[in-house]
């Protein structure tokens, strides 16, 4: 696999995302074979055999279409792994381990991961006007992998995971969103109020380990031994009353202080423009305020798939393997972050 092509691919899932608080949306689930032991209790060649099972018997759906890869992660490169991490192909326990397989489609819409935590996690990406079609496509591919495979099951538990907190349905939707008028109007409480409400969470960026920057926010509701509908059903209301929350607030940006959030604007437009060095928290950061200037028009030379280009090119190891920066330098890291995002502002600026 091409490592540079790959950092330079956009995956179609983010490109097709209208203009919405939400990026995009995923639902994953989490699954072991029935009669064998847990993946850290497995040999080597039980390993070998759990993976030449399932993908014999994965890769004859039809989602693949021929168009597929295949990543032993104790034969690919570090630095691959890496950047299968960052955009939620690879889990941590890949990492770690290193005696996992990924298969996902060229389009990184469709991801399983083998012998990672559990013997296969399965999810689905999508745009979240999307969403309600690819929750139910990711229903009949996992029933149809229930009934090639024979998932380990208990009445009273539901599915049996390595996790206890993935018991009954042993699933979680997750959704990036952004929200910067619910940040900069400090209406956390509001906000948060929600989240309390239907028991969603805060999770990393794509959904690793890695913490949440600016407005960039993504939210994760796990299945506990609510049934699939009742989840997704949360999920989709909860961001009915984050987007409410949002868009009025926003509103109130423009009628009450839209001198004010033109001047943030404005300064985070010229830092991305001018600046030599930029750390993670602060191109997010910024990135975030000129992406509510795109949508609420201030700012209208910039192309919206700026913004989704620039959302997976500059995370960490992304530039650090593109650019070769050397070891833990994070200056030179920063260096080419604010020179990427630069040369991508010039790629997407067209005329006013």
Known sequence: MDILKLIEHVPDYLYESTEDIVLFSSVKFYRNLEGLNFTPKLTDEQRKEIQKRILEKVLALPMWDKNYNIIESDQAPYELLLILHERGIAGNGTLEQRKSTLLFDNEERYVIRINERDHL??????????????????????????????????????????????LGHALNITAMCHIPAIFTLGQIQNFSSILQKYLIVLSGIMDTSMQTYGAFVQLKITSFFDTFDEVKNKMHSAFEEIRDLENQLRNIIVLERPIEVEDRISKSYA????????????????????????????????????????????????????????????????????????ELLDKYHYAS
């Open 121 to 166: 996690t399965f999810s689905i990406r999508s745009s979240f006007h999307n969403f309600e079609e690819s929750a139910q496509e990711s229903l009949i591919y996992i029933g149809l992998m229930d009934k090639t495979l024979g998932f380990a099951y208990k009445d009273g538990l539901g599915y049996l995971t390595t996790s206890p907190r993935y």
């Open 271 to 342: 830092i991305l423009q001018n600046a030599k060095l930029l750390n993670l928290a602060e191109a997010f950061e910024n990135l975030s305020t000129l992406r509510l200037g795109v949508d609420l028009g201030y700012v209208k030379e910039i192309h919206p798939n700026f913004f989704k280009e620039a959302f997976l090119r500059i995370l960490p190891n992304h530039v650090r393997v593109f650019y070769a920066v050397q070891g833990d330098d994070l200056t030179k890291e920063a260096e080419m972050r604010a020179l990427l995002i630069q």
